[in-house]
């Protein structure tokens, strides 16, 4: 009986461990349920509706708190990307919470030159369901409402405090070619470090 117990568990972690390799050489897809593809935030210049996903459009929601100094750091990449992406990807800064004013946001996209939508997650809604902890974080969601990957922009910060010169990969860039050009994005998941969002 013990033998058949030791045998069991080799074999789960046998299998879980070629799950896990699988999942990260050909990517994963996880559905999002039709309540959080349905939302629809506020612009906080514009004051006009902003639909969090359409059907038949890539989406990148970005998880950002204008004082963060990684969100500051980054900026400069987020609007090269949705510069680059252009028609093809809808790019949104979520700000979670009530900490910071209409102001403080307008003077982060004005300082950065941000040219994607703005909008607040005043009840950490989305931010909760998506289980998103840091500022920046980033989930890519492709035409069919599907989360294809998230985590960080890149690998520049690989721990608190601690930067490379430059980055050696590149998470998100990569994951938004696969997903616009229709493949499996082959790194899904990395650990975005950053900003902890606050609870306010």
Known sequence: MK?????KALFAIVTITIISWWGASFGYTQPLSPNLLATTFTE???KAAVPLWQKGQVSVWIFISPECPMCQNYAPTL???GEAFGQKVQFIGIIPGTAYTRKEIESY???YSIGFSLVVDS??????????TVTPEVFVVNELGQLV????????LYDLGKKRKAPTEHFLKDA???TVAGRKVVKPRTTAKGCLINDF
């Open 44 to 46: 906080v210049k514009t």
């Open 3 to 7: 033998h058949f117990f030791t045998i």
């Open 109 to 111: 996209r004005e300082a």
């Open 149 to 156: 990957y998230s985590g960080a922009v890149d690998n520049w």
């Open 176 to 178: 938004l070619e696969a």
């Open 79 to 81: 609007k090269s990307l």
């Open 123 to 132: 009840t950490f809604k989305t931010s909760n369901q998506l289980k998103a």
